[in-house]
């Protein structure tokens, strides 16, 4: 008995063993759904809560919108920056030179929003695209409410005034639509 050699010991790899890893998952209460029927990948995410939730349940075409938005404002913005009278003449078809400075100004702070607009295509953070969703609508809601009294006090509409007009009111709506679908509370099953 004494002459006989052991066994060589065969050590368990718990990363390995699948079932030992679902048992010790289990134990410690993650990797299962909750009420909500979220899925945790671990305690402190059940703790602090995550927002993975959220990219799953993103409404569709969202982000396409948001960067279609972006690219917009972001040509509208650099095309009052360097052609300002260009821009003018375009909407409002009068030619004059004492409103560089004004639409310059329009065109900074609509630089400002499309940086915005970048910033919430980026984050997987529902908040920061709601924020940037409410900074759009609102935008387009002044600007809006701006172009149409200024119209109104001309008293003449060009035709590419009433496209901006009919595009503000279009952005408008779809930007409020993605705002109140994020804003929803999904429907537990």
Not at 49 to 67: D, H, Q, S, V, Y
Not at 113 to 127: D, H, P
Request: glycine content about 8%.
């Amino acid at each position: 008995m004494a002459g006989k050699p052991h066994p060589p010991l065969m050590k368990k790899h718990s990363q390995t063993d699948l079932v030992s890893r679902l048992k010790t998952r289990k134990m410690l209460g993650v990797g299962g759904e909750d009420d909500d029927g979220e899925v945790h990948r671990s305690k402190i995410s059940q703790m602090l809560g995550n927002e993975m939730k959220f990219a799953l349940r993103e409404p569709l075409g969202l982000r396409g919108w948001i960067l279609i938005s972006a690219v917009i404002s972001t040509v509208m913005a650099l095309t009052a920056l360097v052609f300002p009278d260009h821009l003018y003449e375009t909407v409002f078809e009068d030619q004059l030179s004492t409103t560089r400075v004004s639409v310059r100004l329009y065109g900074g702070a609509l630089l400002s929003i499309s940086l915005i607009m970048w910033n919430g295509l980026y984050t997987a953070e529902k908040a920061i695209i709601q924020w940037t969703l409410l900074t759009e609508a609102c935008y387009y809601g002044v600007q809006f409410l701006v172009m149409s009294v200024i119209f109104m006090e001309i008293g003449s509409v060009s035709n590419g005034a009433i496209i901006i007009l009919l595009s503000q009111v279009l952005f408008f709506i779809i930007t409020l639509t993605y705002y109140y679908y994020l804003g929803r509370r999904p429907k537990k099953i």
